[in-house]
């Protein structure tokens, strides 16, 4: 209880300090945006780390998955890079460790013999199925308390708020 309320008390003396910054705003916006950067910290803490067990990051854990969604569960790093906005060099290091772990293998496009794709291997496929398993269970559990109507609305103002803000 002691946390919670140190919490709370902390909040408000920065919401108190950006007020005493700009006096004469309207503070909700910082405020919407404070609890959905908390309530992803709290996603990100709470929820189950495959990646841990695993010993990959979590950028590693989204690119099976993307591979696991793409047709022929193969992509062109460049496409990867659009998808996770990683640069050239971050993508090349994850698929280096990927390729390593023997999760993923690159080779060349059959259609442009330039081109590497990174193709997705039966272990990096059971990875990246357990992963979408063990995050449906636990976003279901994080969402309980929200019936579907609120389920919907908090989707499409976050998906309101991302395309405004890419």
Do not use: C, W
């Amino acid at each position: 209880m002691k946390v919670n309320n140190h919490t709370e008390i902390l909040e408000e003396l920065k919401f108190d300090a950006i007020r005493s910054l700009h006096p004469e705003e309207d503070i909700v916006s910082i405020e919407i945006i404070d609890l959905i950067r908390k309530f992803a910290r709290h996603l990100n803490t709470k929820s189950p780390s495959v990646s841990t067990n695993y010993n990959l990051f979590g950028i590693e854990i989204e690119i099976l998955i993307l591979l696991f969604a793409a047709q022929g569960n193969e992509l062109a790093p460049k496409d990867l890079i659009l998808a996770t906005g990683l640069t050239s060099g971050a993508m090349t290091a994850a698929l280096n460790r990927l390729e390593k772990e023997k999760y993923i293998k690159r080779d060349k496009n059959n259609s442009d013999g330039r081109v590497l794709l990174a193709k997705l291997l039966i272990s990096g496929k059971k990875l990246a199925e357990r992963t979408i398993e063990e995050r449906i269970r636990f976003t279901d559990n994080a969402m309980v308390n929200y019936d579907e109507l609120e389920r919907r609305q908090f989707r499409r103002l976050l998906k309101k708020l991302h395309e405004l803000n890419p």
